[in-house]
C-alpha cells in the first residue's frame, strides 16, 4: 500500500509563502500523475497543480504565477510553492498520485491520497 504524507500547511499571513511537502514510500517518478487538492470548508476538493511523469505541469487558473509544483526524486517527495497567499487560498490541500497499471494482462488503476494539511491565510 503506497502512503502519502503531507506537511508544511500553516497559518500565514495575506502576500505570505509557503511550501507544502509530500513525501511518497514509493518513487514519485513510479506514478503517471501526481498533484495537490484543496478544499475549504463548505466547498468541493478542486485541483491546484499536477504534474505528470514526464514533467508537464498543469495549474488551476487561480494559481497560475503563484504557486508551483515540483518534485525530488532522491527524496521521493513532491512539493507546492506558494507564493503570494490570498484569504481564498485557506483550505486543506491534499496530495494525490494516481495511473494505471497493468498486471496479468488486465489495466487497472490506482488513486491515492494523503491526509491532508491545513493551509490558513489571515491576517
Known amino acids: 500500500q503506497v502512503q502519502l504524507v503531507e506537511s508544511g500547511g500553516d497559518l500565514v499571513q495575506p502576500g505570505g509563502s509557503l511550501r507544502l511537502s509530500c513525501a511518497a514510500s514509493?518513487?514519485?517518478?513510479?506514478?503517471?500523475?501526481m498533484g495537490w487538492y484543496r478544499q475549504a470548508p463548505g466547498k468541493q476538493r478542486e485541483l491546484v497543480a499536477t504534474?505528470?511523469?514526464?514533467?508537464?505541469?498543469n495549474y488551476v487558473d487561480s494559481v497560475k504565477g503563484r504557486f508551483t509544483i515540483s518534485r525530488d526524486a532522491a527524496k521521493n517527495t513532491m512539493y507546492l510553492q506558494m507564493n503570494s497567499l490570498k484569504f481564498e487560498d485557506t483550505a486543506v490541500y491534499y496530495c494525490?498520485?494516481?495511473?494505471?497499471?497493468?498486471?496479468?494482462?488486465?489495466?487497472?488503476?490506482?488513486?491515492?491520497w494523503g491526509q491532508g494539511t491545513q493551509v490558513t491565510v489571515s491576517s
Open positions: 514509493r518513487s514519485i517518478f513510479s506514478f503517471d500523475t
Open positions: 494525490n498520485a494516481r495511473g494505471t497499471y497493468h498486471y496479468i494482462g488486465t489495466e487497472h488503476e490506482y488513486d491515492y
Open positions: 504534474v505528470t511523469s514526464g514533467g508537464r505541469t
